[in-house]
Structures are given as structure tokens and as C-alpha cells.
């Protein structure tokens, strides 16, 4: 017989299986074990492979997430009596529950599967939010988890994604735009300085040549000086060497603007005679 749901009322008691609560604790055990298991096997299938590495990662996500819904749910229905009313009533009651003392947690659940639909990023990623710049590493029930260049871990409800911006700078590619600026004076070779950091960035041994590179010129404020700037624009071939890239071009580009003695930008001051005027560098 169903337990009595009459006048809106359940008896929790009478919903337990006793029999079958021991089963539920080992199902979310294994559930808990198996993502695990899941997730470091093909995390070293993601290592092994590295070309492939962010589909893995993808799949990954994908899969536990699975894991985690089925063992849920097999652990309840081991652990409860399931009747049409007992379900119809503890539909009503978790709705309560979740709409007042769990709402925040619902959120984050639900957040990440539109996350996982809708893919704004994917674990691989190079995103910025909320002012913090780095990897995804994981997306899960509740949060996104990200590694920032400094190796710091940030943990991020996922119900924060549906509100805030979130740019992603490869979005599911290995390859990613990186972008550097240098900084020459007015007085200098403009032509040969962009030729100069473009021979650097194609050469570079981390550079993707498959995707198109360019060194823009524009005019700026400098800390007070009036300067050239040279922004290189390249695309890295994997998202893991971005910092090593941009060192690279760097060191090179600096290297080779004092060997062809292209200045940085220097204080100019104008100088007025009775017939002619001079523009000095102090």
C-alpha cells in the first residue's frame, strides 16, 4: 500500500527502504569513484595525447556529468518508495525546498548544463572573467573550476556565467591570438622597427603559421611621452604556450632593436632661434 499523501501530508518515515539505504550510500560511493576513476583516465589519455587534448577534456565533462546524474538518481530510487503519489508529492516538496533553502545550489546546477549546452567556453579555454584571466579546468555540477597563469585555482558558481561577461580567447581551438605591444621613440625607423618585430614573430619556434600575423603603428601616450607603438599580432599554436611565446618575441625583439639602435621613446624638447626651430632629444 502507498504511503498516505492525503491532505498534503507524507510520511518520511514511510518512504525509506531501510533495506535498500545501505545500497544507496554504496552506489554514491561508486558514483564518486567512478567519476574519479573516469575523469584521471582520460585525463591521461588528454596528456598522452595533445593534439587532442581539449575534445578529451570536453568528453570528459561530459562524461562525468553523467555518471553523477545516473548514480543520483539510482541512489534515490534504491533508498525511497517510489509511487506515482509519493512522487507527485515529493516533486511539490523539493520545488519548496529548492525554491527557498537551496536556490543558489539549483542555480549552479542548472547553470551548468546550459554551460554545457549552450558552450559560452569549453575546459581547455582561455577565458577572462570577472577581472581574472586562465584555464578552465573543469566544469562540474556546481562550479567552474579555473587556473589562472599564476597557478592560482579559482573556483566559480556557474550561476555567475548567465550573468556576467565571460570572453574566451580560444573557445574549444588549440591555436590563440596573443597580442604585444613595443614601444619606440618618434624620431625613430619606423618601417625598419615593424619589419624588424615581424621578422622576430614569424620565426618564433612557437608561432602557428597556418593563421595570419600583423604588426600595426599607431601613435600614443607612453607614461607622459608621446611614443610609436608596434602591436604584433600572431596566433600561438597551443593555448599552453601563450607566456612562452610572448617571452620568446620579446627577448628576440629586444635583442635585435639595440643591435639596429632602435631607441624607446625619449623627452623631446623644441628649441626657437631667429631662424630656424630644432627638435632635441635630452
Not at 35 to 45: I, K, M
Not at 49 to 59: E, S
Amino acid at each position: 500500500m502507498p504511503p498516505d499523501t492525503a491532505g498534503g501530508n507524507l510520511n518520511i518515515i514511510e518512504l525509506i527502504r531501510f533495506g535498500g539505504l545501505l545500497t544507496g550510500v554504496i552506489i554514491l560511493f561508486l558514483t564518486w569513484l567512478t567519476g574519479r576513476l573516469v575523469g584521471s583516465a582520460l585525463s591521461g589519455l588528454a596528456d598522452r595525447f595533445a593534439d587532442k587534448r581539449l575534445v578529451i577534456n570536453q568528453v570528459a565533462t561530459l562524461v562525468r556529468f553523467a555518471i553523477y546524474i545516473i548514480g543520483i538518481v539510482l541512489a534515490i530510487t534504491s533508498s525511497l518508495t517510489l509511487s506515482k503519489e509519493v512522487i507527485l508529492a515529493l516533486t511539490g516538496t523539493a520545488a519548496v525546498t529548492i525554491g527557498f533553502a537551496l536556490k543558489d545550489l539549483a542555480a549552479s546546477v542548472l547553470a551548468g548544463i546550459i554551460i554545457i549546452v549552450d558552450r559560452p567556453f569549453q575546459v581547455g579555454d582561455r577565458v577572462t572573467f570577472a577581472g581574472s584571466y586562465g584555464e578552465i579546468k573543469a566544469i562540474g555540477l556546481r562550479s567552474v573550476r579555473m587556473t589562472t597563469l599564476d597557478d592560482n585555482v579559482i573556483t566559480i558558481p556557474n550561476n555567475k556565467f548567465l550573468t556576467d561577461v565571460v570572453s574566451s580567447g580560444n573557445w574549444g581551438a588549440l591555436d590563440m591570438l596573443v597580442q604585444m605591444d613595443f614601444y619606440i621613440g618618434q624620431d625613430q625607423d619606423v618601417e625598419m622597427a615593424k619589419r624588424l618585430v615581424g621578422n622576430c614573430l614569424t620565426s618564433s619556434r612557437y608561432v602557428y603559421q597556418e593563421k595570419p600575423w600583423k604588426v600595426l603603428v599607431s601613435q600614443v601616450f607612453q607614461e607622459n611621452l608621446i611614443a610609436v607603438r608596434l602591436r604584433a599580432k600572431a596566433y600561438v599554436l597551443d593555448v599552453v604556450y601563450e607566456k612562452a611565446f610572448e617571452s620568446d618575441v620579446t627577448e628576440r625583439v629586444l635583442a635585435t632593436f639595440r643591435k639596429h639602435e632602435i631607441l624607446p621613446p625619449s623627452i623631446f624638447r623644441r628649441e626657437m632661434t631667429d631662424t630656424s626651430t630644432f627638435l632635441q632629444i635630452q
